[in-house]
């Protein structure tokens, strides 16, 4: 068992959400979801938490009600190798959300995400401060990560 699991708290829509990141990722599966009874407080039958694994990863989503929402101090990175990973990602999590710079963007539920191709973390490495800054001043100017246009920047 996992001894630290990311809890999301959801108004009305965990059961729903983690359906659509168990779509979105491969080696990912819904493990259990407890519903409301008679008690509530949520109308009976709806899911009041659902716990899900994405690529090996436990979380627990709540259906908690409105008091609370996702704000981006919060947000998980996606590790992308390929063009072709970081694109995939990137539509399928930004599908009804909001993209924003430098690889972020919010799902449909409010949730943040990072897709970063993992060649961004070498190419920022660089011991040229030259070459890093240009990596830099490139991503600043980007929505979703190109790796080709990283790599040119890097290497001007």
Same mark, same amino acid.
């Given at each position: ?9 959801? #108004? ?41 694994? !994405? ?5 627990? %989503? !709540? ?15 996606? #590790? ?11 539509? /399928? ?14 799902? /449909? ?28 001043? %490139? ?18």
């Amino acid at each position: 068992m996992q001894k630290i699991n990311p809890f999301l708290w959801f #108004n009305n829509q965990a059961e729903e959400a983690a359906n659509f990141y168990v779509s979105v990722f491969k080696n990912s599966k819904v493990v259990s979801v407890s519903r409301f009874g008679d008690a509530g407080p949520g109308p009976k039958g709806t899911a009041m938490c659902v716990t899900f694994e !994405l690529e090996g990863q436990t979380f627990m %989503a !709540l259906n908690g009600g409105p008091l609370f929402s996702f704000t981006e101090a919060i947000s998980f990175f996606v #590790n992308c190798e390929t063009q072709q990973e970081v694109d995939y990602f990137w539509d /399928k999590l930004c599908e009804g959300g909001t993209p924003s710079r430098c690889g972020w963007l919010k799902d /449909k539920f409010g949730l943040s995400w990072q897709i970063v191709p993992t060649i961004l973390g070498r190419l920022m490495a660089d011991p040229d401060p030259e070459k890093s800054k240009r990596v830099m001043q %490139a991503m600043l100017q980007m929505n979703r990560l190109d790796i080709e246009k990283l790599r040119q920047a890097h290497g001007r």
